[in-house]
């Protein structure tokens, strides 16, 4: 495959979005998890966990809509950008509902047989997640159609 076309051009191809979008998770993921150890840790002075994580959460999300749009995702069925964001957003929280989930269900099936329930559930609620957001974000806001009015 031509790395040219896998790191530079505009694609509908879902293979190469996908492979780009491993890298804006991974960017995203640094934004949220360095964004809320930030802000517990030296901003809050080890106070306001959730705020912390509320606050790195959304910064990760957009961290992710910016990049995507830019390199993942060529072109959208929305013509808001507010919408387009928006509807980027509510699939960004469906996948964090998805990860609360599968960490609940884990914690209650697993808790009592493994003290390694959380690391699993972290692994599978974030590898559902993943691809919940991707494809979940390609079909419904990015991929192209014949009806465009929206």
């Not at 802000?39 to 912390?52: E, N, P």
């Not at 003290?115 to 991929?143: C, D, E, G, P």
């Amino acid at each position: 495959m031509d790395l040219k076309k896998l790191f530079t051009e505009k694609t509908d191809n879902t293979f190469i979005q996908f492979f780009r979008y491993v890298f804006v998770g991974g960017a995203a993921t640094v934004v949220d998890w360095g964004s809320s150890f930030l802000l517990f840790q030296v901003i809050f002075h080890q106070k306001y966990a959730t705020a912390s994580n509320v606050i790195a959460f959304i910064l990760g999300l957009i961290t992710n809509y910016i990049i995507s749009t830019i390199w993942v995702f060529d072109s959208s069925k929305v013509k808001s950008r507010v919408a387009e964001f928006l509807s980027f957003a509510a699939i960004g929280v469906v996948g964090l509902l998805i990860t609360i989930g599968i960490t609940v269900l884990f914690e209650h099936t697993l808790a009592d047989k493994t003290s390694l329930y959380q690391i699993i559930a972290k692994v599978v609620s974030t590898a559902v997640s993943f691809f919940w957001n991707f494809f979940a974000r390609k079909y419904l806001i990015y991929n192209k159609s014949e009806n465009t009015d929206e």
